[in-house]
């Protein structure tokens, strides 16, 4: 079938900025759930997915809508949220690379930090159309709660010196914006077509505790989706499919989060997927979703699917997809298609990553819950420790006794200090513990990947002691 501007898909959303400015509360407020404060620590370490049905949409801008008038034809939005810590640019870049539109976070207290700037100019190399959250406007002195009302209204009501202190914070916003050669300005103030034709960044101030300017950041991600986007919405039939995350799921064992951006995923499909062992050809023998308004990261009443349309985040079933990996592509062979040559498109990042290990075979182990975090752990190792920290092998998933094996080796290679495991954010089962002892295999593990950092710097300035 022709794609057309009457089939438009949902456009897939990305939240960034640096940390704490309020990224999955903004969420948790449009979601009315509270997955921010279950979260370790209060950071975000992965990427997660909410899927937001038209009537959602509806529901959520009416009270602006009753002065802009836009008639909503999207079929819904796919937001990505992402993490801010510095530890994630990767999965800030596969956040970035996956979507239509962002949406870059700013604490309206803080104005422009590190990581907003880090995205900043990773939307920009992208040319990805962004909008500009100033968020925690609640926070200006006196401010007068409107709840979820539009940004407009609620500035309406704000004594003088509210407004003063929130003007002049906006300003400074816009002032370092533009020293990051982002020309901006609050989003009511702009032309008229000067947010859906020209370079300019709208800003919309909003709260994600309070909701003020909700309604305004959900319409105009619609209103530049639409006007603006509609080539590339126009709906696609060829698959394009990413995997999220891989994670075992109560009574559902091993299950692999996908981005469907276009195209159709199928059960019964025969998809191809990378691993760290080579690619692996399955049959998709499951397709669910949490319900709508729901992130795809916390376990849910989950909907089964026969067919999933993009874009929509699914978590798929299938024999075998234990080693799957995170941000690489899931094709599916069609009855054109030689095998072969799937497999190694599936497998064509990792092979680049591979690439960059210790030539000279030493080196620590590390392994990750994810390719993204696996990917941020090498980055870290290669450029931000002195000297650089080889590392010989990598990994995904639970620590097996194997791992422990393998990597002990480094005790009979001459150097000791590197029969280690960083192991970020999985499983270590005890008996691959105890094997470690056994073997002088020094396992450090922690859920909050700096933590890891520190432990093994530590461990290395004792080295040198
Ligand atoms: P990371 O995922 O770790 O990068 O952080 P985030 O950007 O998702 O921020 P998060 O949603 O975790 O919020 C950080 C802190 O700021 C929490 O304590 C929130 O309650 C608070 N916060 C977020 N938005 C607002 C806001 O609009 N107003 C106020 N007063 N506090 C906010
Ligand atoms: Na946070
Ligand atoms: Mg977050």
């Not at 937001?52 to 009416?62: G, N």
Request: net charge negative.
């Amino acid at each position: 079938a022709a794609r057309t501007r009457d089939d438009l898909r949902c456009p897939v959303v990305v939240i960034m900025g640096h940390v704490d400015t309020g990224k999955t509360k903004l969420l948790d407020k449009i979601r009315k759930t509270n997955v921010q404060e279950g979260e370790a620590g209060g950071i975000t370490q992965q990427i997660g997915a909410t899927y937001f049905e038209k009537s959602t949409l509806l529901t959520q801008t009416a009270k602006l809508n009753e002065t802009e008038k836009f008639e909503l034809t999207l079929p819904g939005m796919l937001v990505i949220d992402t993490p801010g810590h510095e530890s994630f640019t990767n999965l800030r870049s596969r956040g970035s690379s996956l979507c239509d539109v962002a949406i870059l976070v700013v604490d309206l207290m803080h104005g422009l930090e590190q990581q907003t700037i880090e995205s900043l100019h990773m939307l920009r190399k992208r040319g990805t159309p962004f909008v500009i959250a100033l968020n925690k406007v609640d926070r200006c002195y006196n401010w007068v709660t409107c709840k979820d009302s539009p940004i407009r209204d609620a500035l309406k009501v704000q004594s003088d010196g509210t407004l003063q202190e929130f003007r002049s914070r906006a300003s400074d916003a816009k002032v370092q914006l533009q020293e990051q050669g982002v020309n901006s300005n609050i989003y009511w103030e702009m032309g008229d077509d000067d947010w859906t034709n020209s370079d300019f960044v709208p800003i919309v101030p909003t709260s994600a505790i309070t909701g003020e300017g909700v309604q305004d950041i959900l319409l105009l991600l619609c209103q530049i989706s639409e006007r603006k986007l509609w080539r590339q919405l126009m709906w696609c039939a060829n698959l394009q499919c990413t995997v999220l995350e891989v994670k075992a799921i109560d009574g559902l064992g091993m299950t692999v989060d996908c981005l469907v951006v276009n195209g159709y995923l199928r059960e019964g499909d025969k998809a191809v997927f990378c691993t760290l062992d080579g690619p692996i050809v399955a049959e998709i023998r499951g397709l669910l979703t949490p319900p709508p308004s729901r992130e795809m990261r916390i376990k849910s009443e989950y909907i089964h699917h026969k067919e999933i349309k993009g874009a929509l985040g699914v978590k798929v079933i299938g024999n075998g997809l234990e080693k799957v990996m995170a941000g690489t592509p899931v094709m599916v062979v069609g009855p054109d298609d030689e095998v072969e040559d799937i497999k190694a498109e599936v497998m064509s990042d990792l092979t680049r990553l591979q690439k960059k290990l210790s030539t000279d075979k030493k080196g620590v182990m590390v392994q990750a819950s994810t390719l993204g975090a696996l990917e941020a752990l090498l980055q870290f190792l290669r450029e931000e420790t002195k000297p650089p920290i080889p590392v010989s092998a990598i990994g995904i998933g639970t620590i097996h006794k194997r791992d422990v094996t393998k990597i002990s080796i480094m005790n009979e290679k001459g150097c000791p200090e590197y029969a280690t495991i960083l192991a970020f954010d999985v499983p270590v089962p005890r008996e691959a513990r105890e094997h470690a002892e056994e073997v002088n295999v020094r396992i450090f593990t922690a859920d909050i990947i700096y933590h890891l950092f520190d432990q093994f710097t530590r461990f290395m300035d004792e080295l040198s002691e």
